[in-house]
């Protein structure tokens, strides 16, 4: 199957997008080159596996791709040439937007180090160059709704007057038959479109800026990961309308702002779906068993915006946490933040 590669103009190397700059950077001579102006060139065409299914190949070093079914881009694992694969990317797969890494590699490792306290609390071999190596930059797939919500709400409402007249208090209570009609429009609503990450895990990393958003193209993705959508926008629907539940509930409440009670009556939420728009955008992952437990590192490839919690080793906290009590005040402040609070 076809392939696409972004060759230097120069020495004719793999070029990778390069977050720091928002260009194609050549990794040997260092040459620019900006999105816009990259003509990916495809690969020769299909070439069927040993299996009879459609294998992709590096056009720089010849060697097979190794490429999940959900794979759109990858890093060829013998000469490290980042290759798109062309028709994950194209048709009803074709991305129509992205979000470009604007967070690079040194710093998310940077933040990774941080993320472990530098190795002060986490468990003794943990912090291996391995786990900083496979460090990994992925476009994630999302779809954006745009969703119209027509809000009826009839309720019964109250409101009350204390008023004193010579030695008698007297409390008023008027009641008040309401009927509300929101007309609510909620933009770019995300929801991720990928079965291998963990949806809360995702939401967790929003929001991102969405005057970020560029027109898709492959050069994007070039040295980087990139999965295809694996659910269609009509059946992550639920959960976009999900997502928005708490927001038409609060501008509910606020449409009766001003009574002393409201005792709804009757509501009815027809909810729309009017536009989804499929997306790719940008999350650097740390995913690795410790302990028997699943931890993950995530970082928000354009905001810097980090999820996740590290192992932590009992030896290690005991040891710090002694020395603390000969310590200061400040010092108890700094232990709760080091152990990122609620872990005692
Ligand atoms: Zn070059
Ligand atoms: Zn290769």
New binding site residues.
Partial sequence: MMTLHHK??????D?VFDAGTGTLV??????QMDVEAADARPDSGPKPGHDGTAAYHCENCGADLMALPETAATVCAFCGAGVVLADRVAGEHAPEYVIPFAIGREEAIKAFRKWCRNGLLTPRGFMTADRINSITGIYVPFWLYDLNSRVKVRAVCTKVRTYRRGDYLYTETHYYDVYRELDLHYLKVPVDASAKMDDAFMDRLEPYRYDGLKEFRPAYLAGFLAEKYQFTDRELLDRAKDKIRGFIESAIRSSFSGYATVTRVSEDIDTRHVESRYVLLPVWLVVYDYDNFKHNFAMNGQTGKITGRPPLSRAKIAAWFGGIFAGTLLAMKTLSWALGGGFL
Avoid: D, E, Y
């Fill in positions: 230097c103009h120069g020495c004719g190397s070029m050549c990794p040997s001579c260092r040459a």
